[in-house]
């Protein structure tokens, strides 16, 4: 019963100062977790270094236990990367901040926590963070980009460290978990062994302040985010709420549903889906956005683009969505081919977006980025044969003069193809759309009503 005084003997024997002070570990309660008489067990029960508690995390994930309590210790456990384990459940308390130690997240890698391959895992976290230094990597760029590195030390630039990676794993659960600061993505979810991760279920979840986005979907079946927010991405570029943009066509976007999501005031889009590495042979995508809401008092609202010829098949849906209070752009189509998988906008709203006339961002200052809808065909290297689009019940309230609905093309005059659907629009200056002179298929239908 005296074995919690051995760390505090052994660092009076060797005239060292104790760290763990009141956080002792219990390595009675350890050792019947290892030998598998105790199926739960408790982080603290390893110890708990406020200056570094990676160790203890680290060892009670990797116990063997099913169900793992990260308690609250008054204090942030601070770590080094940590990697999870599969037939877990992993359970922060309310209140607990598990905050990534500065300096130690150098390598491109480096996530606070990543999961890969792996299977059967639940994170439980309602009131904890994860939290990141986003000002380490801030500094990395600016060193970096100006050549002072060589002065002031090796800075990782950013993009890359998440704050939780999820690659090629099976069947997990996120809940609850406030997620912010990060050098790259608030969530990540790709292919490891397996070329996708499959069965995951994200749910009340907030990203919050991640430098490149709130959450990047590169390869996925069966994905479900829920009731989550995703807000106040800034730093490396495309800096949207979400991004959807496989690497290669090998990857995959299949059964990928948005439900009840915010994005709000993100510097990017607060929606991105960019297929541009998926082709025909890569199957169909189905991804579906319903009852989300953009806002921003930054950025735009939702992107689509680069849906070649040779793109995939399949559909992409947004469903009694809402875009408000947008800089640019409401909604903007780009390069997508009609042979493409294709885009639905069903009983979607339009509400005061494309707010500022010199808005650039990622726009690059065309003019459809003043428009609420832009459609628009940049690089006739993708398509000739813009269109496959509907536009079913969707509703635009303005107060300017100008299209509501612009169809643009950067090179040749090729028109627009089969566009469908009723838009109607609440504006004192009438409605009207520009859609070009060559059009194929095309029963779009701008209604004007009174407001």
């Given at each position: 019963?005296?074995?919690?005084?051995?760390?505090?003997?052994?660092?009076?024997?060797?005239?060292?100062?104790?760290?763990?002070?009141?956080?002792?570990?219990?390595?009675?309660?350890?050792?019947?977790?290892?030998?598998?008489?105790?199926?739960?067990?408790?982080?603290?029960?390893?110890?708990?270094?406020?200056?570094?508690?990676?160790?203890?995390?680290?060892?009670?994930?990797?116990?063997?236990?099913?169900?793992?309590?990260?308690?609250?210790?008054?204090?942030?456990?601070?770590?080094?990367?940590?990697?999870?384990?599969?037939?877990?459940?992993?359970?922060?308390?309310?209140?607990?901040?598990?905050?990534?130690?500065?300096?130690?997240?150098?390598?491109?890698?480096?996530?606070?926590?990543?999961?890969?391959?792996?299977?059967?895992?639940?994170?439980?976290?309602?009131?904890?963070?994860?939290?990141?230094?986003?000002?380490?990597?801030?500094?990395?760029?600016?060193?970096?980009?100006?050549?002072?590195?060589?002065?002031?030390?090796?800075?990782?630039?950013?993009?890359?460290?998440?704050?939780?990676?999820?690659?090629?794993?099976?069947?997990?659960?996120?809940?609850?978990?406030?997620?912010?600061?990060?050098?790259?993505?608030?969530?990540?979810?790709?292919?490891?062994?397996?070329?996708?991760?499959?069965?995951?279920?994200?749910?009340?979840?907030?990203?919050?302040?991640?430098?490149?986005?709130?959450?990047?979907?590169?390869?996925?079946?069966?994905?479900?985010?829920?009731?989550?927010?995703?807000?106040?991405?800034?730093?490396?570029?495309?800096?949207?709420?979400?991004?959807?943009?496989?690497?290669?066509?090998?990857?995959?976007?299949?059964?990928?549903?948005?439900?009840?999501?915010?994005?709000?005031?993100?510097?990017?889009?607060?929606?991105?889906?960019?297929?541009?590495?998926?082709?025909?042979?890569?199957?169909?995508?189905?991804?579906?956005?319903?009852?989300?809401?953009?806002?921003?008092?930054?950025?735009?609202?939702?992107?689509?683009?680069?849906?070649?010829?040779?793109?995939?098949?399949?559909?992409?849906?947004?469903?009694?969505?809402?875009?408000?209070?947008?800089?640019?752009?409401?909604?903007?189509?780009?390069?997508?081919?009609?042979?493409?998988?294709?885009?639905?906008?069903?009983?979607?709203?339009?509400?005061?977006?494309?707010?500022?006339?010199?808005?650039?961002?990622?726009?690059?200052?065309?003019?459809?980025?003043?428009?609420?809808?832009?459609?628009?065909?940049?690089?006739?290297?993708?398509?000739?044969?813009?269109?496959?689009?509907?536009?079913?019940?969707?509703?635009?309230?303005?107060?300017?003069?100008?299209?509501?609905?612009?169809?643009?093309?950067?090179?040749?005059?090729?028109?627009?193809?089969?566009t469908t659907g009723n838009i109607t629009v609440w504006n004192p200056a009438g409605a009207r759309a520009t859609l070009g002179e060559k059009r194929q298929g095309v029963t779009l239908t701008i209604k004007a009503v009174e407001?």
């Amino acid at each position: 019963m005296w074995l919690w005084l051995l760390p505090l003997l052994s660092c009076r024997m060797f005239g060292q100062t104790s760290s763990w002070g009141p956080n002792a570990p219990d390595p009675q309660a350890v050792q019947e977790v290892l030998s598998g008489k105790r199926h739960a067990a408790n982080a603290a029960w390893w110890g708990f270094n406020e200056e570094d508690a990676t160790d203890a995390l680290q060892a009670a994930i990797l116990s063997g236990a099913r169900r793992v309590i990260v308690p609250n210790m008054g204090k942030d456990w601070i770590v080094r990367p940590i990697r999870l384990a599969s037939n877990l459940e992993l359970v922060l308390e309310d209140g607990v901040v598990i905050t990534a130690k500065r300096g130690e997240f150098r390598g491109t890698g480096d996530s606070l926590f990543t999961a890969q391959d792996v299977t059967n895992l639940t994170i439980r976290g309602y009131g904890a963070t994860l939290r990141m230094q986003k000002e380490d990597y801030i500094v990395g760029k600016v060193l970096l980009e100006f050549g002072w590195n060589r002065w002031f030390g090796q800075y990782p630039r950013s993009e890359w460290r998440m704050a939780l990676s999820l690659r090629g794993c099976t069947n997990l659960r996120v809940y609850g978990l406030t997620l912010k600061d990060s050098g790259g993505d608030g969530i990540f979810v790709a292919g490891g062994r397996q070329p996708y991760s499959k069965n995951v279920h994200i749910k009340d979840v907030v990203c919050d302040n991640h430098y490149r986005q709130g959450i990047s979907v590169i390869s996925a079946e069966d994905l479900v985010v829920e009731d989550s927010v995703f807000r106040n991405t800034w730093g490396t570029p495309p800096s949207s709420g979400v991004d959807i943009e496989p690497d290669t066509p090998a990857q995959r976007v299949r059964n990928v549903v948005f439900r009840n999501c915010r994005f709000e005031d993100n510097y990017g889009d607060g929606i991105e889906i960019f297929l541009a590495n998926l082709k025909a042979s890569s199957g169909e995508v189905s991804i579906l956005f319903d009852n989300c809401r953009v806002s921003s008092r930054r950025g735009t609202g939702i992107r689509v683009t680069k849906l070649a010829d040779d793109g995939p098949r399949g559909w992409i849906e947004f469903r009694n969505c809402t875009v408000e209070n947008t800089e640019g752009y409401g909604i903007k189509v780009q390069d997508k081919s009609s042979a493409a998988a294709r885009v639905r906008f069903v009983n979607c709203t339009l509400r005061n977006v494309a707010r500022n006339r010199m808005y650039r961002g990622t726009s690059g200052g065309a003019a459809g980025a003043w428009a609420p809808i832009w459609l628009h065909l940049f690089r006739t290297s993708v398509t000739t044969r813009f269109g496959g689009i509907d536009f079913a019940d969707c509703t635009v309230e303005d107060t300017r003069e100008r299209p509501v609905l612009l169809f643009e093309e950067t090179e040749g005059d090729y028109g627009l193809y089969d566009t469908t659907g009723n838009i109607t629009v609440w504006n004192p200056a009438g409605a009207r759309a520009t859609l070009g002179e060559k059009r194929q298929g095309v029963t779009l239908t701008i209604k004007a009503v009174e407001p």
